[in-house]
């Protein structure tokens, strides 16, 4: 079964030919780097650029797989969370090929599908494994029972991870997206600012990053005012923050691991891109625990994930009528 997948929900236009799950047939990514000079993204200018794109990214998912739309068995489209005007793009895109061909439309949770991703990067994964997942705009640890059956450990009450990376990034000067730039300043500075950990009243699954990034700010403050804020301080800075929100992670994964039992831990999102952390994480949890990460072509937005993940869902009524989603539903 060959599925057209369709991916706008904040700042890539993408689109995927994937064939029952894990074949990838083509994976065509349109990143939209005219957000750089505005430092984060612009969502009205989001919506225009994806309908700007998205006919010729289709297109070329379709020339590169050799394949025609008549060809495709159905279509899958991410109806979120994100923007509500980038996502409406996708959607009513999905709904104009479902008339044309005749097939069904299969909507796909996108946070989820950044755990399918990780799944459909590796050969054999035994469900149920934990899900994990550090994005610009969510956090959270699942146990997948399956892919359209989860329970949750604890999302996010405020800065999302990726999100923290991206202001701690922009308060000092740092360009947008902000987690790559962190990381590479990590790795040249030192663990000097002892910063706190951050923990939330709804439980210790739950992420809270606002605080770290309240402290992060005051230390900027003072060398601000004290003439520091150099390279050294700013590669420091990212070290010592960095080293908190790894150790955050960890703690978080290995209760999840404790309390479940669950051997097998699946990362997604943006964040695991991090060559840093899957290094902090492979050498601080339990050796007997198989660690698994997307491939890199899988690790940022994309529509594979969203075509290999509607395979799951295919004969589940209820992905085939869905409203767009800004947020995260969990029940
Ligand atoms: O999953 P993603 O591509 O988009 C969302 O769904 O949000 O994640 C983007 C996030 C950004 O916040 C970016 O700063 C972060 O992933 N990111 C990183 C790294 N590469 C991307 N954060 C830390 N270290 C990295 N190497
Ligand atoms: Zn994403």
């Not at 984060?40 to 200018?45: F, I, M, T």
């Not at 910063?195 to 402290?215: D, E, V, W």
């Amino acid at each position: 079964m060959k599925i057209l997948g369709i991916e706008t929900t904040c700042d890539e236009t993408a689109c995927s030919i994937v064939e029952n799950g894990k074949k990838i047939l083509s994976n065509v990514i349109h990143s939209q780097m005219e957000h750089v000079e505005y430092g984060g993204v612009v969502p009205a200018l989001a919506s225009s650029l994806h309908l700007k794109e998205i006919d010729k990214v289709a297109h070329r998912a379709l020339k590169v797989s050799g394949i025609g739309i008549d060809d495709i068995d159905a279509v899958a489209v991410s109806h979120g969370p994100g923007l509500s005007g980038a996502i409406s793009i996708g959607v009513s895109f999905a709904n104009g090929v479902s008339i044309a061909t005749g097939k069904k439309v299969i909507y796909v949770n996108h946070v989820h599908a950044h755990l399918y991703a990780t799944y459909m990067s590796h050969d054999r994964v035994d469900l149920p494994c934990i899900g994990v997942v550090l994005s610009g705009g969510h956090s959270f640890i699942v146990e997948i029972k399956s892919f359209s059956d989860y329970r949750l450990f604890g999302d996010c009450i405020d800065d999302a991870v990726g999100e923290a990376f991206d202001k701690v990034a922009k308060m000092l000067g740092l360009n947008y997206p902000g987690g790559p730039e962190v990381e590479k300043r990590a790795m040249l500075g030192e663990y000097l600012y002892k910063f706190s950990r951050c923990k939330a009243p709804q439980g210790k699954y739950y992420f809270s990053n606002s605080g770290l990034k309240t402290q992060v700010m005051y230390a900027i403050k003072e060398a601000k005012k004290n003439n520091y804020f150099n390279d050294k301080f700013k590669n420091d800075i990212c070290r010592s923050f960095q080293e908190v929100l790894f150790k955050d992670i960890c703690i978080k994964v290995s209760s999840a691991i404790n309390e479940s039992g669950i051997k097998t831990v699946l990362f997604g999102g943006g964040v695991v891109n991090s060559k840093s952390l899957r290094n902090y994480l492979n050498y601080n949890l339990n050796k007997d625990v198989r660690l698994l990460y997307p491939k890199t072509s899988l690790s940022l937005d994309n529509a594979a994930m969203i075509a290999g993940m509607a395979y799951e869902l295919k004969d589940n009524d209820s992905a085939l009528n869905k409203d767009i989603e800004t947020r995260i539903p969990w029940k």
